[in-house]
């Protein structure tokens, strides 16, 4: 059986500044903007997301819920994880390894460098630096959730915000 990982950095933020912590940034309306964008595309293409784990910051959670309505997903159903914040590439596997099985696809959205990083280390295709509000479209197959680990998928699509405009 087939399942599929949704990776999404999350939207264009405010600057970081002396007068706000990194983890309370929140999206600026570009940021929605792309997200709303790129939710519309994957509910027109009719992705089926079943789970949603997401960073605890601000920005991280806004970017899913945004998404979240897109896809017409109950915002209550995102669950926070604190580790995604600032746990590095392990903290994103504990994700998907914890997964429940009867998920077939999972969206994560995260920050750099670690989602890069992340998104590099399950697959063999090269994946760059993602972008702000960028997706990565993995599938893994034949796999549970928790055997998933590094190079054993294949990535299927990267979309950026400046191709849904």
């Known amino acids: 059986m087939k399942k599929y990982l949704l990776l999404v950095r999350h939207a264009k933020a405010e600057d ?9 940034r929140e999206l600026l309306s570009q940021g929605i903007m792309d997200a709303a964008r790129l939710g519309n595309f994957l ?3 009719k992705f089926t997301v079943n789970s ?56 994560l959205c995260g920050h750099n460098p670690d989602i890069s990083f ?18 990565v479209v993995m599938q893994f197959e034949d796999l549970l959730w928790a055997e998933v680990s590094g190079k054993t998928g294949k990535v299927r699509k990267h979309i950026s915000p400046k191709d849904l405009k």
């Open 43 to 45: 509910f027109r293409e």
């Open 16 to 24: 970081s500044s002396m007068m706000l912590k990194d983890f309370d």
């Open 52 to 107: 949603i784990k997401t960073s605890a910051a601000a920005r991280a959670f806004q970017t899913v819920k945004v998404l979240a309505e897109q896809l017409k997903i109950d915002t209550d159903s995102i669950e926070q994880i604190e580790k995604l914040y600032d746990g590095g590439p392990q903290a994103y596997l504990s994700a998907v390894n914890t997964t429940a099985e009867n998920v077939q696809t999972l969206m």
């Open 118 to 135: 992340f998104a590099e280390y399950l697959t063999r295709d090269q994946v760059n630096s993602l972008s702000t509000c960028d997706l």
